[in-house]
């Protein structure tokens, strides 16, 4: 068994652990929203930096990040007029670095996943 794997007590998952991680991955379903969580995996950030990073609209991601804070994956804070966005969740910070590095080593390696 994978060392990733045995380090947690396998026996100790709940089905509503399967279906909470679901709905997280399917709240990951827009290439928008990974985007946003790979960016404020890094740092925090406000929403404009964001959007033009992204080259989407202040709006768009508006929008992206405003149903990443419902579901608990980013947390926020005012800066006087501005709303700074980070992600703080450790295993989630792993989670979406190693899965954009993995298909980046893929493409570099003329790999399709």
Not at 17 to 41: E, I, K, N, T, Y
Not at 46 to 55: F, N
Not at 72 to 84: F, I, K, N, P, T
Request: proline share 2%.
């Amino acid at each position: 068994m994978d060392d990733a794997l045995s380090r947690y007590d396998r026996d100790d998952i709940e089905c509503d652990d399967f279906a909470r991680a679901a709905a997280m991955f399917a709240l990951m379903g827009s290439p928008v929203r990974v985007q946003l969580l790979w960016r404020l995996a890094e740092r925090e950030h406000d929403v404009t930096s964001l959007a033009d990073a992204l080259g989407v609209s202040v709006a768009t991601a508006s929008h992206h990040l405003g149903r990443l804070r419902l579901s608990g994956l980013v947390s926020h804070r005012a800066d006087g007029r501005r709303q700074v966005y980070s992600l703080d969740d450790p295993h989630l910070v792993h989670l979406v670095s190693d899965g954009v590095d993995h298909f980046a080593d893929l493409r570099r390696r003329g790999r399709r996943a």
